[in-house]
T-cell receptor
Framework: NAGVTQTPKFQVLKTGQSMTLQCAQD?????MSWYRQDPGMGLRLIHY???????DQGEVPNGYNVSRSTTEDFPLRLLSAAPSQTSVYFC?????????????FGEGSRLTVL | GQQVMQIPQYQHVQEGEDFTTYCNSS?????IQWYKQRPGGHPVFLIQ?????EVKKQKRLTFQFGEAKKNSSLHITATQTTDVGTYFC????????????FGAGTRLTVKP
């Protein structure tokens, strides 16, 4: 059981380049989300989705796009990378039962924007 | 907007000492979750609290959710070197529990 799989694990971009961070889960979870983690700031919610075709903004959505065409996949797109987007990105999924449910995290994608 | 504040930012203890981290929200939460992240790893779920005043225990760990559902704490009794890591709280917004906001975390180091 793979759980939550993120690719790539490491990426270096130049300012202005675009890229997509991939996230896939095999647990049939309806809920998926993206966080970024920066030193001293914890994890900040970028976007989340409660099911295929439904996405919503979190705390820091600017500069990022998401889509949810299937239950399994939730890619995060950077259209024009900026140095401020240098961070570690975590994808998480959850089986929402009633009020909420535990988040299962991927291993993270470390992005450096030069 | 909702803010979840966590203190202290760092805590260094001698093995065997107790440890507590506190989480406070500016707004009422629907639930609170606690996670542990080892250095270089990803956050791993510890527990979820939903009810006002709820207290849960996991071996040496005690979790509390405040009566007003705005604060929470994690207490570790007699720390061990295996407790090393960063502990995060995450609160769900009262009217949208899908929006989970994390505190900045408390980094615990344990001296043998």
């Amino acid at each position: 059981n793979a759980g939550v799989t993120q690719t790539p694990k490491f990426q270096v971009l130049k300012t202005g380049q675009s890229m997509t961070l991939q996230c896939a889960q095999d647990m049939n979870h309806e809920y998926m989300s993206w966080y970024r983690q920066d030193p001293g700031m914890g994890l900040r919610l970028i976007h989340y989705s409660v099911g295929a075709g439904i996405t919503d903004q979190g705390e820091v959505p600017n500069g990022y796009n998401v889509s949810r065409s299937t239950t399994e996949d939730f890619p995060l797109r950077l259209l024009s990378a900026a140095p401020s987007q240098t961070s570690v990105y975590f994808c998480a999924s959850s089986r929402r039962q009633g009020n909420t449910g535990e988040l299962f995290f991927g291993e993270g994608s470390r992005l450096t924007v030069l | 907007g909702q803010q979840v504040m966590q203190i202290p930012q760092y805590q260094h203890v001698q093995e065997g000492e107790d440890f507590t981290t506190y989480c406070n929200s500016s707004t009422t939460l629907s639930n609170i979750q606690w996670y542990k992240q080892r250095p270089g790893g990803h956050p791993v779920f510890l527990i979820q609290l939903v009810k006002s005043g709820e207290v849960k225990k996991q071996k040496r760990l005690t979790f509390q959710f405040g009566e007003a559902k705005k604060n929470s704490s994690l207490h570790i009794t007699a720390t061990q070197t295996t407790d090393v890591g960063t502990y995060f709280c995450a609160g769900g917004k009262f009217y949208n529990n899908n929006d989970m906001r994390f505190g900045a975390g408390t980094r615990l180091t344990v001296k043998p």
